[in-house]
């Protein structure tokens, strides 16, 4: 069987790496366009915030690996077109060589491009995005010019509070705008976004929310500030970071699509094509919250829908568990990590949820070194089914999260929490601990 692998990041790699470690006789072809795989864009903040050395360590795989294993892996090349019925595909290098192969499997791993707001003066030097090595490289660049001084970003979601923080650390000037009323408001709740608004002010870092960016303003080519519904600010760097949309581009009225254009796939990963499979960034997911596909483009996500697309075509049918879009960030201090729905996100999806909060010590009292922890579960008006979950800390309760995305995927009531099995030590919380009395306090009578 051959199977060839268009798109060769997280989702791509976790696929080859299954075939080829499967010890069956699988013929593996993986295209890339980029010239580097497996780059972790998460650490980009890091060390562009100087927060850690280098960027060495970001890349886990290279191409002489997968060659090692057996793969044909093509580089800086890039697949220009499918034919679906045909069962092959053609490819241009770098040096414009066209290249031919045919499939019995295919598996698109094309991912997401970041969007661009079309904006007047877009095209401005010194503006930038954040999804490429590469294009954290200029951001790198674009900071170590004594002269920009001045950095706006655009869009308060996870790259944009991320690289705000390493601009603040780099001694920039740092205004962030977002138009929603919150920074991370596709993940948490005011009370919990508020936290990490405040978190970024207490910082130096300018906050400007419910605030739409409207023209690029710049002179001689180059940005020189931003102008919106509210005002005008000057800028040397301008950071757009409104979120990604899946990179879709193949089989056109053949492959079927979810209403973000990714391709819409069932529990293996499967398109309506029996012989093609999309993963990661460009493909849909089962949720578990509204027990459907969804979108949520996460490198977590990728590297799974990966093994089980490759499981599958490997002759072991495996649907994958679902998603609850668990994520977690880290500003200075601040820890916040949720699962599933806000309460927000369940309004905007028609789901009928109420909420329990509860907000204590991590360590009972006499401890000499203690944290606040603020836990909201999310959880269905009339089943009580937990919907989500949101903790904000400065403590490390990222592990915590975990917890309550397996009760989203296995369908636990929130009342159910109150009399789980929860240790108890000082060294690590409280005998009458904040899940425990949230699932305790929690009303479970229908609304
Ligand atoms: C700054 C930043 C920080 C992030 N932090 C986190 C984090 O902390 N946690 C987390 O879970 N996620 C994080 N993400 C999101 C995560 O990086 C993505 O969800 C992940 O990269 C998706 O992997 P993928 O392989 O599906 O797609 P991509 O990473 O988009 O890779 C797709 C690949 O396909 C290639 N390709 C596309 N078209 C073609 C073609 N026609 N021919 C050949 N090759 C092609 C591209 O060059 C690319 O290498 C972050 C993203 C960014 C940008
Ligand atoms: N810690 C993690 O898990 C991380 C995950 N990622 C993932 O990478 C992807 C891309 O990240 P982001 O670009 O930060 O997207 P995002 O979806 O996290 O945030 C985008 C933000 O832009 C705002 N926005 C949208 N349109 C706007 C406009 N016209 N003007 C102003 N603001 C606007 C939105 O309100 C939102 O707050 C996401 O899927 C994210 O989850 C990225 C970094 C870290």
């Not at 002759?315 to 994958?320: A, F, W």
């Not at 603020?374 to 937990?386: D, M, Q």
């Not at 592990?399 to 309550?404: D, G, P, Q, T």
Request: proline fraction near 2%; glycine fraction near 10%.
């Amino acid at each position: 069987m051959k199977v060839v692998i268009v798109g060769t990041n997280h989702a791509g790699i976790a696929a080859a790496n299954t075939l080829l470690d499967s010890g069956q006789d699988v013929e593996v072809v993986m295209i890339e366009r980029n010239s580097n795989l497996s780059y972790l864009g998460c650490g980009t903040a890091l060390w562009v915030g100087r927060q850690i050395d280098g960027y060495d360590g970001l890349f886990y795989t290279n191409k002489e690996d997968f060659e090692a294993k057996g793969a044909k892996i093509y580089i800086e090349t890039e697949v220009k077109d499918i034919d679906f019925d045909a069962q092959s595909l053609v490819a241009e290098t770098k040096d414009g060589e066209k290249i031919e192969e045919s499939y019995d499997k295919l598996i698109i791993a094309t991912g997401s491009q970041p969007i661009a707001p079309n904006l007047p003066g877009k095209d401005l030097e010194g503006i930038h995005f954040l999804k490429l090595f590469q294009e954290g490289q200029e951001v790198d660049k674009a900071f170590a010019d004594e002269n920009n001084q001045k950095v706006l970003i655009i869009g308060a979601g996870y790259i944009g509070v991320e690289i705000a923080e390493a601009a603040q650390r780099r001694g920039k000037d740092v205004t962030i705008f977002d138009a929603e009323a919150t920074s991370l408001a596709s993940y948490y709740d005011p009370e919990f976004a508020e936290l990490m608004d405040e978190n970024l002010r207490e910082h130096g870092i300018d906050t400007h929310f419910g605030e739409l960016a409207e023209e690029y303003l710049g002179e001689d080519g180059k940005v020189t500030g931003l102008k919106t519904n509210k005002g005008t600010y000057e800028a040397d760097v301008i950071i757009n970071c409104i979120g990604f949309r899946p990179y879709a581009v193949f089989g056109e009225g053949h492959l079927d699509r979810f209403g973000n254009g990714a391709y819409l796939v069932d529990r293996t990963f499967k398109t309506n094509d029996d012989n093609v499979y999309a993963i990661g960034d460009c493909a849909t997911n089962y949720s578990n919250v509204t027990k459907e596909a969804n979108y949520i483009a996460l490198a977590s996500n990728a590297v799974r829908s990966g093994v089980v697309a490759a499981t599958n075509i490997l002759g072991t049918e495996l649907e994958g568990a679902g998603i609850q879009g668990s994520n977690g960030i880290n500003i200075y201090d601040l820890k916040l990590v949720s699962t599933g729905f806000s309460l927000k996100a369940c309004e905007k999806f028609g789901l009928d949820a109420k909420y329990v909060d509860y907000e204590d010590n991590q360590l009972p009292e006499f401890m000499p070194e203690n944290d606040k922890v603020k836990l909201r579960i999310v959880y269905e008006n009339g089943t009580n089914r937990i919907l989500g979950a949101q903790i904000a800390s400065t403590h490390d309760v990222s592990l915590l999260i975990h917890m309550f995305s397996l009760a989203i995927q296995e369908d636990i009531t929130v009342d159910q929490l109150g009399l789980l099995d929860i240790f108890f030590l000082p060294h690590f919380n409280k005998p009458y601990n904040y899940i425990t009395m949230a699932g305790l306090s929690a009303d479970t009578s229908k609304d």
